[in-house]
């Protein structure tokens, strides 16, 4: 049986996904730059009979690297908003050139790609909840384009290769995910707000901390991306919980949490500046997913924050 390639596979979600694929016997090739991924995250799969890492970039040709695959899910591009200030042309690059390199790959292999876009291609919504219908609200000349135009552009990239080489596409917009696993240093809210609390710092919140969010814990996630995979949903389908909080609840939640596990006191919360063309409120409409897929975000949040919580803890410690 041919191996399924998984790009970002040393990313947070790409390696949760391998795990899934591993547990299903499928062969898997995973290839990462490392710009953001880690060999860490990989660590006990390695030897894994049915695995190998290959460290590669996709914006570098295919050519020589791999000979072929049946399924590709193209994960690899940095997605916490630190990076989109830091290194904007790279992530151009990764989601317009990186995105053809697999796309002409998988059309030499004939295989199935599935593109993990985002929520961010809609943008600072004007529309709750967002449905698959709405075309976003997006500021192309902002700091957040890059990802945001970035993920659109890789979406019309794979709509273009699908009406010119009939390639068999398949697209998740993944919305907010947290997972045991993401770095103390990734960026995002979830590991800010546990990295702080369980180091007794001060949280900050960028705005009046009545932005609203939906996370969605790694299990679902990889878990709706694989039903994706192997349905026939030839659209994008939104893959997210649907339960809102605001940030500064998520700051409250997170500090009850952790203050129990660890008997120590709550932490205090700043307010910081919100960055321009941060979203204020993203809420997935997830009935697509519900209908074809037959899928659903099942570990609601305090039980998700419980288990990253547990993370941490043990990861911390053992540094
Ligand atoms: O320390 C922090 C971090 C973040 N925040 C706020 O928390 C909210 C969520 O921020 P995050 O950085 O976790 O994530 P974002 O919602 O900005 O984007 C996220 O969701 C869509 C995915 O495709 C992106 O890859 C992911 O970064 C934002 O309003 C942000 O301003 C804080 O208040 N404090």
């Known amino acids: 049986m041919l191996p399924v390639l998984v790009t970002g596979g040393a990313g947070f979600l790409g390696s949760h996904l391998i795990r899934i694929l591993l547990e299903r016997n499928y062969r898997v090739i995973a290839i990462d730059s490392l710009w953001t991924g880690s060999l860490d995250s990989i660590a006990n799969i390695q030897d894994h009979p049915n695995f190998t890492f290959l460290r590669h970039d996709v914006t570098l040709p295919f050519t020589g690297i791999i000979n072929d695959v049946s399924q590709i899910y193209?994960?690899?591009?940095?997605?916490s908003p630190k990076h989109f200030v830091k290194n904007p042309i790279d992530i151009l690059n990764k989601c317009f050139q990186g995105t053809k390199n697999v796309l002409d790959f998988a059309v030499k292999?004939?295989?199935r790609v599935l593109l993990a876009s985002t929520s961010e291609v809609y943008g600072d919504p004007l529309v709750y909840p967002q449905a698959e219908s709405y075309y976003g609200n997006v500021n192309p000349f902002g700091p957040r384009s890059c990802y945001d135009e970035g993920k659109r552009v890789a979406e019309a990239m794979a709509y273009a290769f699908r009406l010119e080489n009939n390639l068999d596409i398949r697209i998740g917009r993944i919305f907010n995910a947290y997972v045991p696993g993401m770095l103390p240093s990734d960026g995002r809210v979830v590991p800010n707000f546990i990295s702080a609390a369980i180091g007794q710092k001060d949280m900050q919140i960028a705005g009046d901390g009545n932005a609203r969010r939906c996370f969605q814990y790694v299990g679902d996630c990889v878990l709706g991306l694989y039903t994706l995979m192997?349905?026939?949903c030839l659209s994008p389908v939104n893959i997210g919980c649907d339960d809102e909080i605001s940030i500064a609840n998520l700051a409250q939640l997170i500090n009850d949490i952790v203050s129990r596990k660890t008997a120590s006191a709550p932490v205090d919360v700043l307010f910081t500046e919100k960055s321009d063309?941060?979203?204020?409120?993203?809420?997935?409409?997830i009935s697509m997913a519900k209908e074809k897929l037959q899928w659903q975000p099942r570990v609601g949040l305090r039980d998700g924050l419980e288990m990253t919580v547990n993370w941490f803890l043990a990861f911390l410690a053992a540094i």
């Open 74 to 79: 193209h994960l690899a591009c940095p997605a």
């Open 230 to 232: 192997q349905s026939s």
């Open 277 to 285: 063309d941060d979203p204020f409120r993203r809420r997935p409409e």
């Open 109 to 111: 292999c004939n295989a």
